[in-house]
C-alpha cells in the first residue's frame, strides 16, 4: 500500500491543479451565466441632461441658482448684462417721445392755419355772397326798368295809331333808352351765374378745410416714423429677453460653469440641468438573450436598490434597436453587455433622482419565438383602449360642488404646480361667494381638485374668459368685457390682471385694469383700428381668447364684433405690464394683430360665422385656435378647432386649416399638455358637467 506521504504528494500536484481550475472555470461559467439570461434586469430613473446655452455673447450679471438646487421649467437660471440694450430702448423710447411731440406741434399748428384759412374762406364767402346780392339787385332793376321801358313804348304806339304823336316823338330818346336797357339785362345775367359758381367753390373749398381727413396726409409721416421707431423697439425687447437664461425643464442643478462677472460666449453652456419632469419613467435594460421578450402592456414590478418598497407600472415604449447598453445597467461597469433599452411608466408617479438604479421584474414574459406573446393560450390579446382624441366627462368632486359653480372657459398648464390652472365663468353661488376671484386646478389625468385656489388683491371678477403663462410662474387672466344677459356690463366683467404665485397653494393680484372702460376713452381712429369702428362695435364687445406671444405681450382673441368681412379678429398687446403699472392704453400698444376666418356647423348642418374663443401656441412654433359660433350664439353650441402653421398675418390675415368640429360643444380652454405631442381642450356645457379632451398636435 502507498505511504500517506505518497498520497499527498499526489494529491498535491496532481489533484489539487486540477480541482482549482475546474472550480474557477465554474465559476467563470456561473457569473456569465448571472450576467446573462439569469441575471436580474437592471433599470434607472430616466432623466435627459441639459446643457444651458447664452444665445447672445455678454457678461453674466446674476447667477441664481446653485449645484443640487430644483429648478421648475422656465425659471430664470442667470442673467445677462442689458445695460447696452438698455441705452438703446431708452434713445429709440426718447426719440419716439420726441416724434409724438412734433406730431402734436404740427397737428396744433394745422388745427391754427386751418382756422386762419376757415377765416379768410368765410370773408371769401361773404364777399361772394355779397357780391351775387348786388348783382342779383342790379339786374331786378334793371329789369324793371326795361319793363317800364316797354310799357311807354306800347302807349307811344298807340297814341301813333291814333295820329296824336309823331313818329319821332315816339322814336327818339325813348329807342335809345330802350335799347341800352335790353344791353344792361343781358349781361346781368350771365354775371349773377358766375358769381353763384364762385359762392359754390368757396363753400366747397371751406368745406373741405374742416374735414378731419385734411390732416391725415400731414400727419401720416410722423405715424410712420414712430411705427419705425417702435418696431426697433419690439426687436430690443426680444434681444432683453434673450438676457434672461431660463430652465429648459423641471429638474435639478448638476453644474455651474460660469460665475457672476464673467464673459459667456454665443452658445457657451452656463449651466447643466438634469430634467426630471419624467417622474413615472424608467429604463429597463434587457441583455440581448432576453431583448424580444417583452411586449407594449407587459406588467411590470421595480424595487429601488437598498430599499424595501415596491412599484408597479407597465411598458410603454421598446427600443427599435440591440445596442450597448449604458453603464447604469451593467453589473461590471467594466464589462460592455448589448441588449435592448424598455421604457415602463410607473402606474403612481413618484419622487425620482435621474440615474437612480431600481431592479425591475418583468411578469409573463414570453419566449422568443413563441407564439401568442403574453396572452394565455387561448385567449385573444388586449389592448388597452386609447383615450386620446375622445371627448370625456369631467366630473366635479362632490366638495367643489358644494362650493361653486364651474364653467371652463380657459385653461393652461403651470410647471410649478404640476397641474392645469382652469378659468370660470362663475364661480361660487348667487347667495355666497357669489364672483369670488378662485381659479381652479386639475392633474394630468382629468382629475380635478376639490378646493379652488384664492386669489388675494382682487374683490371679484366674473366672466373670466382667458388664461395664459406670464413670466415666474404667474397667469395673465382676462373677463370677456362683454355685456351681460340684462345689458349690463359691471367692472367685475372687465377685468384684465396679473397673477403671482405664493407660497403654497394661492396667487396675488398687485392690480387690475378694466379694459372696457379704456377702450371707451380711445379715439375713433383707434377704435377703427381695432375693427370696433363699425356701428356699435364697442358694445359688442367679447373677449374669450388669450395667448402668449413668442415674440412678445400677448395676443387677444374676440368672439364679437367680426371684421367686416366676417372674419374674428386678433388683437395684440405689446406691454401687458405697462399696462397695469400705468393703467392706460398708449398710443400704438394694443393693434389689430391679424383677422382669420373660421365657421361652424351646428348639428343642424346650419353654417354660421365664428370668433375666436381660444387660442395657444405650439411649441412647433404653429397656432392652434378654438372657435365657436359668433351669429346666433345663445341658439347653438357649434364650435371647431383651427390650425395655422406659420402664423405670421399676411396683410393682416392669417390662413387657417379646419382641425376638427364639434356640432354639440363649445371649446373654450385650449392648453399644451404636459405629455409630449398633445394638447388639451375642456368644453363649457354651462350648468352641466363639463367635457374634455387631449388631441394630438397637428401635422405641419
Request: glycine share 8%; hydrophobic share 40%.
Given at each position: 500500500?502507498?505511504?500517506?506521504?505518497?498520497?499527498?504528494?499526489?494529491?498535491?500536484?496532481?489533484?489539487?491543479?486540477?480541482?482549482?481550475?475546474?472550480?474557477?472555470?465554474?465559476?467563470?461559467?456561473?457569473?456569465?451565466?448571472?450576467?446573462?439570461?439569469?441575471?436580474?434586469?437592471?433599470?434607472?430613473?430616466?432623466?435627459?441632461?441639459?446643457?444651458?446655452?447664452?444665445?447672445?455673447?455678454?457678461?453674466?450679471e446674476?447667477?441664481s441658482?446653485?449645484?443640487?438646487?430644483?429648478?421648475?421649467?422656465?425659471?430664470?437660471?442667470?442673467?445677462?448684462?442689458?445695460?447696452?440694450?438698455d441705452?438703446?430702448?431708452?434713445?429709440?423710447?426718447?426719440?419716439?417721445?420726441?416724434?409724438?411731440?412734433?406730431?402734436?406741434?404740427?397737428?396744433?399748428?394745422?388745427?391754427?392755419?386751418?382756422?386762419?384759412?376757415?377765416?379768410?374762406?368765410?370773408?371769401?364767402?361773404?364777399?361772394?355772397?355779397?357780391?351775387?346780392?348786388?348783382?342779383?339787385?342790379?339786374?331786378r332793376?334793371?329789369?324793371?326798368?326795361?319793363?317800364?321801358?316797354?310799357?311807354?313804348?306800347?302807349?307811344?304806339?298807340?297814341?301813333?295809331?291814333?295820329?296824336?304823336?309823331?313818329?319821332?316823338?315816339?322814336d327818339?330818346?325813348?329807342?335809345?333808352?330802350?335799347?341800352?336797357?335790353r344791353?344792361?339785362?343781358?349781361?346781368?345775367?350771365?354775371?349773377?351765374?358766375?358769381?353763384?359758381?364762385?359762392?359754390?367753390?368757396?363753400?366747397?373749398?371751406?368745406?373741405s378745410?374742416?374735414?378731419?381727413?385734411?390732416?391725415?396726409a400731414?400727419?401720416?409721416?410722423?405715424?410712420?416714423?414712430?411705427?419705425?421707431?417702435?418696431?426697433?423697439?419690439?426687436?430690443?425687447?426680444?434681444?432683453?429677453?434673450?438676457?434672461?437664461?431660463?430652465?429648459?425643464?423641471?429638474?435639478?442643478?448638476?453644474?455651474?460653469?460660469?460665475?457672476?462677472?464673467?464673459?459667456?460666449?454665443?452658445?457657451?453652456?452656463?449651466?447643466?440641468?438634469?430634467?426630471?419632469?419624467?417622474?413615472?419613467?424608467?429604463?429597463?435594460?434587457?441583455?440581448?438573450?432576453?431583448?424580444?421578450?417583452?411586449?407594449?402592456?407587459?406588467?411590470?414590478?421595480?424595487?429601488?436598490?437598498?430599499?424595501?418598497?415596491?412599484?408597479?407600472?407597465?411598458?410603454?415604449?421598446?427600443?427599435?434597436?440591440?445596442?450597448?447598453?449604458?453603464?447604469?445597467?451593467?453589473?461590471?461597469?467594466?464589462?460592455?453587455?448589448?441588449?435592448?433599452?424598455?421604457?415602463?411608466?410607473?402606474?403612481?408617479?413618484?419622487?425620482?433622482?435621474?440615474?437612480?438604479?431600481?431592479?425591475?421584474?418583468?411578469?409573463?414574459?414570453?419566449?422568443?419565438?413563441?407564439?401568442?406573446?403574453?396572452?394565455?393560450?387561448?385567449?385573444?390579446?388586449?389592448?388597452?383602449?386609447?383615450?386620446?382624441?375622445?371627448?370625456?366627462?369631467?366630473?366635479?368632486?362632490?366638495?367643489?360642488?358644494?362650493m361653486?359653480?364651474?364653467?371652463?372657459?380657459?385653461?393652461?398648464?403651470?410647471?410649478?404646480?404640476?397641474?392645469?390652472?382652469?378659468?370660470?365663468?362663475?364661480?361660487?353661488?348667487?347667495?355666497?361667494?357669489?364672483?369670488?376671484?378662485w381659479?381652479?386646478?386639475?392633474?394630468?389625468?382629468?382629475?380635478?381638485?376639490?378646493?379652488?385656489?384664492?386669489?388675494?388683491?382682487?374683490?371679484?371678477?366674473?366672466?373670466?374668459?382667458?388664461v395664459?403663462?406670464?413670466?415666474?410662474?404667474?397667469?395673465?387672466?382676462?373677463?370677456?368685457?362683454?355685456?351681460?344677459?340684462?345689458?349690463?356690463?359691471?367692472?367685475?366683467?372687465?377685468?384684465?390682471?396679473?397673477?403671482?404665485?405664493?407660497?403654497?397653494?394661492?396667487?396675488?393680484?398687485?392690480?387690475?385694469?378694466?379694459?372696457?372702460?379704456?377702450?371707451?376713452?380711445?379715439?375713433?381712429?383707434?377704435?377703427?383700428?381695432?375693427?370696433?369702428?363699425?356701428?356699435?362695435?364697442?358694445?359688442?364687445?367679447?373677449?374669450?381668447?388669450?395667448?402668449?406671444?413668442?415674440?412678445?405681450g400677448?395676443?387677444?382673441?374676440?368672439?364679437?364684433?367680426?371684421?367686416?368681412?366676417?372674419?374674428?379678429?386678433?388683437?395684440?398687446?405689446r406691454?401687458?405690464?405697462?399696462?397695469?403699472?400705468?393703467?392706460?392704453?398708449?398710443?400704438?400698444?394694443?393693434?389689430?394683430?391679424?383677422s382669420?376666418?373660421?365657421?361652424?356647423?351646428?348639428?343642424?348642418?346650419?353654417?354660421?360665422?365664428?370668433?375666436?374663443?381660444?387660442?395657444?401656441?405650439?411649441?412647433?412654433?404653429?397656432?392652434?385656435?378654438?372657435?365657436t359660433?359668433?351669429?346666433?350664439?345663445?341658439?347653438?353650441?357649434?364650435?371647431?378647432?383651427?390650425?395655422?402653421?406659420?402664423?405670421?398675418?399676411?396683410?393682416g390675415?392669417?390662413?387657417?386649416r379646419?382641425?376638427r368640429?364639434?356640432?354639440?360643444?363649445?371649446?373654450?380652454?385650449?392648453?399644451?399638455?404636459?405629455?409630449?405631442?398633445?394638447?388639451?381642450?375642456?368644453?363649457?356645457?354651462?350648468?352641466?358637467?363639463?367635457?374634455?379632451?387631449?388631441?394630438?398636435?397637428?401635422?405641419?
Amino acid at each position: 500500500m502507498p505511504s500517506a506521504r505518497r498520497i499527498g504528494r499526489t494529491l498535491r500536484t496532481r489533484v489539487a491543479p486540477w480541482t482549482v481550475w475546474l472550480l474557477t472555470m465554474g465559476a467563470a461559467g456561473w457569473l456569465w451565466y448571472d450576467n446573462t439570461s439569469n441575471a436580474p434586469v437592471m433599470g434607472y430613473a430616466k432623466g435627459v441632461e441639459y446643457k444651458v446655452a447664452a444665445s447672445r455673447a455678454g457678461r453674466i450679471e446674476s447667477i441664481s441658482v446653485e449645484v443640487g438646487q430644483e429648478v421648475q421649467s422656465g425659471q430664470v437660471l442667470a442673467v445677462l448684462d442689458g445695460r447696452e440694450l438698455d441705452g438703446q430702448v431708452a434713445v429709440l423710447e426718447a426719440e419716439v417721445a420726441r416724434t409724438r411731440a412734433r406730431r402734436k406741434a404740427a397737428a396744433a399748428q394745422a388745427v391754427l392755419d386751418r382756422a386762419t384759412l376757415v377765416e379768410r374762406m368765410d370773408e371769401a364767402v361773404a364777399t361772394a355772397e355779397r357780391d351775387l346780392v348786388r348783382a342779383k339787385q342790379r339786374k331786378r332793376v334793371r329789369g324793371a326798368q326795361l319793363k317800364a321801358l316797354r310799357a311807354r313804348r306800347k302807349q307811344l304806339d298807340k297814341l301813333l295809331s291814333d295820329k296824336l304823336v309823331t313818329r319821332d316823338r315816339r322814336d327818339g330818346d325813348l329807342a335809345v333808352e330802350l335799347a341800352g336797357a335790353r344791353e344792361e339785362v343781358g349781361a346781368a345775367r350771365p354775371e349773377v351765374a358766375l358769381l353763384e359758381t364762385q359762392l359754390g367753390a368757396v363753400k366747397k373749398r371751406r368745406a373741405s378745410l374742416v374735414s378731419a381727413d385734411s390732416d391725415k396726409a400731414l400727419l401720416a409721416p410722423f405715424d410712420a416714423e414712430i411705427k419705425v421707431l417702435q418696431r426697433r423697439i419690439d426687436g430690443l425687447m426680444t434681444e432683453r429677453r434673450r438676457l434672461l437664461i431660463r430652465a429648459p425643464a423641471t429638474g435639478r442643478i448638476a453644474q455651474v460653469m460660469l460665475r457672476r462677472g464673467e464673459v459667456a460666449a454665443l452658445g457657451m453652456p452656463l449651466v447643466t440641468v438634469v430634467g426630471d419632469d419624467k417622474k413615472d419613467r424608467i429604463v429597463a435594460c434587457l441583455d440581448e438573450a432576453r431583448a424580444l421578450s417583452v411586449q407594449l402592456g407587459t406588467a411590470v414590478e421595480v424595487k429601488p436598490r437598498g430599499a424595501r418598497a415596491t412599484f408597479k407600472g407597465r411598458v410603454v415604449a421598446l427600443s427599435p434597436r440591440v445596442g450597448a447598453l449604458p453603464v447604469q445597467c451593467r453589473h461590471d461597469p467594466r464589462v460592455e453587455v448589448w441588449g435592448r433599452e424598455v421604457m415602463v411608466a410607473l402606474d403612481t408617479p413618484t419622487d425620482l433622482v435621474a440615474g437612480q438604479r431600481f431592479v425591475v421584474a418583468f411578469k409573463d414574459l414570453k419566449q422568443p419565438g413563441a407564439e401568442g406573446g403574453s396572452a394565455r393560450a387561448g385567449q385573444p390579446k388586449r389592448k388597452a383602449p386609447s383615450k386620446l382624441g375622445v371627448v370625456r366627462p369631467l366630473p366635479l368632486p362632490e366638495r367643489l360642488k358644494r362650493m361653486t359653480r364651474f364653467e371652463a372657459s380657459g385653461i393652461t398648464w403651470v410647471p410649478s404646480l404640476d397641474r392645469y390652472v382652469i378659468v370660470s365663468d362663475d364661480t361660487g353661488f348667487k347667495k355666497s361667494n357669489d364672483a369670488a376671484p378662485w381659479v381652479f386646478t386639475m392633474d394630468r389625468h382629468g382629475a380635478l381638485d376639490p378646493e379652488p385656489l384664492a386669489v388675494t388683491g382682487v374683490p371679484e371678477w366674473s366672466d373670466l374668459e382667458g388664461v395664459a403663462p406670464a413670466d415666474g410662474g404667474g397667469l395673465w387672466v382676462i373677463a370677456s368685457n362683454s355685456a351681460s344677459s340684462k345689458g349690463r356690463r359691471p367692472k367685475k366683467r372687465q377685468v384684465f390682471t396679473r397673477l403671482i404665485p405664493e407660497s403654497g397653494r394661492a396667487f396675488s393680484s398687485t392690480r387690475a385694469v378694466y379694459l372696457f372702460k379704456l377702450l371707451q376713452k380711445a379715439s375713433p381712429d383707434t377704435l377703427a383700428e381695432l375693427g370696433l369702428g363699425l356701428t356699435g362695435g364697442l358694445n359688442r364687445l367679447n373677449i374669450e381668447g388669450l395667448a402668449a406671444y413668442p415674440r412678445g405681450g400677448l395676443l387677444i382673441g374676440l368672439k364679437a364684433p367680426l371684421d367686416d368681412k366676417g372674419r374674428a379678429l386678433i388683437w395684440h398687446l405689446r406691454y401687458p405690464q405697462r399696462l397695469l403699472d400705468t393703467g392706460s392704453l398708449a398710443a400704438g400698444e394694443l393693434t389689430r394683430w391679424a383677422s382669420v376666418g373660421a365657421s361652424c356647423s351646428d348639428a343642424k348642418g346650419t353654417s354660421h360665422s365664428a370668433g375666436i374663443a381660444e387660442l395657444v401656441f405650439l411649441p412647433d412654433g404653429g397656432l392652434v385656435f378654438a372657435a365657436t359660433t359668433s351669429d346666433g350664439a345663445k341658439r347653438s353650441k357649434a364650435g371647431a378647432l383651427y390650425y395655422v402653421r406659420d402664423p405670421q398675418p399676411r396683410q393682416g390675415v392669417l390662413s387657417a386649416r379646419k382641425l376638427r368640429a364639434f356640432p354639440k360643444l363649445k371649446p373654450e380652454g385650449l392648453a399644451v399638455s404636459p405629455i409630449a405631442g398633445r394638447m388639451t381642450v375642456v368644453f363649457d356645457l354651462g350648468q352641466k358637467e363639463p367635457k374634455w379632451a387631449e388631441l394630438p398636435w397637428p401635422r405641419r
